[in-house]
Nanobody, 124 residues
Framework: QVQLVESGGGLVQAGSSLRLTCTGS????????MGWFRQAPGKEREFVGG????????VYADSVSGRSTISRSNTKNAVYLEMNSLNTEDTAVYYC?????????????????WGQGTQVTVSS
């Protein structure tokens, strides 16, 4: 079964850092433009950042820009999201997604394959 699997979430304190990992199962991520999204309780899913399949310069949402880094490793078949200076507003389920549309893409509608998500909870 083709799928994406996120890991690295958990309960962290405000001000700390976290690295999320997205790996592919029966899916070579190097063929895809990858995105990270998040969804907080009662809110719509929102774009966090993305990186194109060539590993070019990532793009970030304003809410995480300057304190986040997205990278990828084709040898490990993985994409990473590192976030620093976490605050309670970063609490959400984080998803990675794969797109074949030239990216990175901001709209979730342009991503065909999604992971199940990993919960990130930031305590004050």
């Amino acid at each position: 079964q083709v799928q994406l699997v996120e890991s690295g979430g958990g309960l962290v304190q405000a001000g700390s850092s976290l690295r999320l990992t997205c790996t592919g199962s029966r899916l070579f991520l190097g063929n895809y433009h990858m995105g990270w999204f998040r969804q907080a309780p009662g809110k719509e899913r929102e774009f966090v950042g993305g990186i194109n399949r060539s590993g070019g310069r990532p793009v970030y949402a304003d809410s995480v820009s300057g304190r986040s880094t997205i990278s990828r490793s084709n040898t490990k078949n993985a994409v990473y999201l590192e976030m620093n200076s976490l605050n309670t507003e970063d609490t959400a389920v984080y998803y990675c997604a794969a797109s074949t549309v030239a990216g990175p893409r901001i709209s979730s509608a342009e991503y065909a394959t999604w992971g199940q998500g990993t919960q990130v909870t930031v305590s004050s």
